[in-house]
């Protein structure tokens, strides 16, 4: 009876949401329309079917509607996150037929998770309203469509504070920049839009076609990684459109309140005042220089520019949890690639699009292990630890102290899951460290000139599984796991 009325108001809303999601169909069933492409009745038949679905689940628990609870915020956002890739699946699947479940499945949560990793060759040739499908959920995915349904939610008597708190990673959590939650989705989502306009414009102008920029643009802002061609941006072997992609990449790894803040005071002070956004600058430009250098002197490169060029784009790429490539790095000697997969852990800033323990927790815990030497030296001085100029207290460090030590652990039983089914260890390791940053491509078997369709149904989920676990990074997912959670 308790699982009853918890689950019912929870499932009353989950239709909601997964009605409003399927009029994001409309996008590329209107392309298809326009484009005559091949795939148009298989939008028409999951936009039906997914509308059906969504109307049936919101009627049938309007009885029980209800203001949701913090627990019942939580357990929104897991069945979110692990219907819609369902429904996601179904012009795959009507598309292609031959596809399995799991590798739709697959691809559909890479892209809602804006992990980029994809199952699918021969993009190329892909109908352009399939190819659009794919980048619209990672750009959907990007900021939460959580986010974008609370925006919406409220208007039809759902409070959406719970579903925000789940949802947004990090300190924006607490970065109440409206008094409403729906005003604060809705800022965000108007700041992301603006940059996604820009990025598109940008890369028209440096030679992509209308439906390439539009497509990249909705990768590069939310790090989602996709491309529309099999080569991924190697395809077009253009500096200009690299160097234009570096600069949404990067702009998208930057907490999105501090571009907030910096549109709406018109001044770039924000920045400044920003304690992660010199952190990831300076990692990422010391990085290209240092592993420009060393890839050169290896010999992966006639010249140090040559090198330079393919190592700041590929390396911006990675670190930000993006996915794009120009080049096959995984041949380049295994230093480089292992330490832009590294990268991919701490770049990104809390409050952007990107994944991993993020630069803000990384400060933290370099700074905790200052203080614990300082410690040995003067055991009874008061040792308070900065960000920005202000004290963080010991129960955030204890947190973030808690969140890496649950980062590491899965890194490891993943690993060992993967390893256990007879993948090689740098195949496993590299994967489950790109799909739990949310970062794309591993190395050897999952490197950047191969993908994940050689893996079987076990590994594939296994990787699924790894993916959600970042996006929701870690404590959403694992709360639901503890007896108190379903306790009165």
Not at 78 to 83: D, F, M, P
Not at 283 to 311: C, E, K, M, N
Not at 337 to 344: C, D, H, K, V
Not at 421 to 448: H, R
Request: glycine fraction near 10%; proline fraction near 5%; include cysteine.
């Amino acid at each position: 009876m308790l699982l009853f009325s918890r689950l019912v108001p929870v499932l009353h809303v989950l239709g909601l949401v997964v009605l409003i999601f399927s009029f994001t169909m409309l996008v590329p069933l209107v392309t298809a329309v326009f484009g005559a492409d091949a795939a148009q009745h298989a939008f028409d038949e999951a936009f039906l079917i997914t509308l059906g679905f969504g109307v049936a689940l919101w009627a049938a628990g309007r009885r029980w509607k209800r203001e949701l609870k913090p627990r019942d915020g939580f357990l929104l956002v897991i069945l979110v996150w692990t219907g819609l890739p369902a429904f996601a699946t179904l012009p795959l699947l009507i598309y292609a037929p031959q596809m399995s479940f799991t590798d739709a499945y697959f691809e559909m949560i890479s892209a809602l998770t804006t992990t980029g990793a994809t199952v699918m060759s021969g993009l190329d040739t892909l109908p352009p309203s399939l190819n659009l499908w794919r980048h619209l959920l990672q750009w959907l995915g990007g900021m939460g469509i959580i986010v974008l349904a609370v925006a919406i939610l409220p208007l039809l008597g759902v409070g959406g504070r719970q579903l925000m708190k789940a949802e947004l990673p990090g300190p924006i959590k607490d970065s109440k920049l409206t008094p409403r939650i729906a005003d604060t989705a809705k800022l965000l989502w108007a700041v992301y839009a603006v940059l996604t306009g820009l990025c598109a414009s940008a890369l028209k102008l440096a030679g992509m076609s209308w439906f390439d920029a539009v497509c990249h643009a909705f990768a590069a802002l939310s790090l989602g990684g996709f491309s529309t061609h099999d080569a991924s941006v190697g395809h077009f072997d253009s500096p200009l459109i690299e160097g234009v992609l570096i600069v949404f990449m990067l702009a998208a790894a930057v907490n999105f309140v501090t571009h907030f803040l910096a549109f709406r005071h018109r001044s770039l002070v924000p920045y400044r005042r920003d304690p992660e956004a010199f952190g990831v600058l300076g990692l990422v430009i010391g990085s290209i220089l240092v592993v420009a250098g060393y890839i050169w002197h290896a010999g992966a490169y006639p010249d140090y520019l040559t090198a330079l060029r393919h190592v700041a784009f590929n390396l911006v790429s990675l670190a930000t949890d993006c996915g794009f490539a120009s080049t096959d790095y995984g041949v380049w000697p295994m230093f480089a690639p292992m330490w832009m997969l590294f990268l991919s852990c701490v770049t990104a800033s809390s409050g952007s699009t990107g994944g991993g323990l993020k630069m803000l927790r990384a400060v933290l815990m370099f700074r905790q292990g200052m203080r614990e030497l300082e410690r040995q030296l003067h055991p009874a001085a008061r040792l308070p630890i900065k960000i920005g100029g202000h004290p963080v207290s010991n129960q955030i460090v204890f947190a973030v102290q808690a969140f890496v030590m649950m980062y590491v652990a899965t890194v490891i039983a993943m690993t060992l899951v993967l390893l256990a089914s007879g993948l090689d260890f740098v195949s496993a390791f590299s994967g489950v460290v790109a799909c739990l940053n949310n970062a794309g491509p591993g190395l050897a078997e999952l490197g950047p000139a191969g993908n994940y369709a050689g893996l079987d149904d076990y590994q594939t989920w296994a990787l699924a599984l790894t993916m959600l676990l970042g996006r929701l990074e870690l404590f959403t997912v694992f709360v639901l796991l503890t007896r108190r959670f379903w306790r009165t």
